[in-house]
């Protein structure tokens, strides 16, 4: 994946993209290749530059910044930016990849950008079968978006995925060298869960972290890496 992400801003107040502007510069992951302050401007802006992602203003002048998605020709990673919270509903409903708040925390930021990285990295992996996997008797080519879970099973893994459970003739060690840098939280030994499928976490009454997958499923850390499952974790939440 690729180590810059090419940007556009947009917002009416130019004083709100130079701040957004340097927030993004301190980070080294962000080459910004366009600013509009209107919604005319940003539709023409972002079909011409087809950033990775964009910055969006959801209150621009006289104008529901929303309006401005069904526009876009080939739909980047959006990250709305405003001082209302109260139009984070609406944005989660549109698939926007992060929603922050006025004035931008950097720390906020960065889990923005790692957010929009996630969303890019399965937009790219969605039509690229990485292995084929028996599923109910069947062979079945699997991509990478659609994994929910993978577990070391003696010289198997074992993958639970949208179109079901099968086993792949691999060591765990192999198998987690084909998903890529990022993609997936190694919650114990021989145990991955893909990112994009967390949907909440919480302690347990022994302190240990659960967490639940959109696909159902309820997993334990082990206590020897919850540390650094932790550090992930509030990465993502």
């Known amino acids: 994946m690729k180590k810059i992400l090419h940007a556009v801003l947009v917002d009416d107040e130019e004083y709100c993209r130079r701040d957004l502007s340097e ?39 006289g104008v529901d910044g929303f309006q401005v998605i069904p526009e876009i020709e080939k739909p980047p990673a959006i990250v709305a930016v405003t001082a209302h919270a109260q139009h984070a509903a609406e944005g989660f409903t549109r698939n926007l990849v992060d929603y922050i708040l006025k004035p931008v925390d950097e720390a906020r930021l960065k889990t923005a950008l790692l957010r929009s990285r996630d969303h890019i990295l399965l937009h790219s992996l ?51 060298r084909l998903l890529p840098a990022g993609f997936t939280l190694e919650i114990s030994r021989g145990l991955l869960l893909a990112r994009h499928q967390i949907q909440q976490w919480k302690r347990d009454p022994n302190g240990r972290i659960e967490i639940t997958l959109k696909c159902g499923g309820v997993f334990k850390s082990s206590r020897r890496m919850q540390t650094e499952v932790l550090r992930q974790l509030e990465l993502l939440f």
């Open 23 to 61: 927030l993004l510069q301190k980070t080294s992951e962000v080459k910004i290749v366009g600013e509009a302050d209107n919604a005319k401007q940003a539709i023409r802006l972002i079909n011409q530059q087809v950033p990775d992602v964009v910055f969006l203003d959801i209150n621009l002048a």
């Open 126 to 176: 969605k039509k690229n079968p990485v292995v084929q996997v028996e599923i109910q008797g069947l062979t079945t080519p699997l991509t990478i978006s659609d994994i929910f879970w993978v577990k070391a099973s003696e010289n198997y893994v074992e993958i639970c995925s949208t179109p079901g459970r099968g086993l792949v003739r691999s060591t765990y060690t192999e198998f987690k």
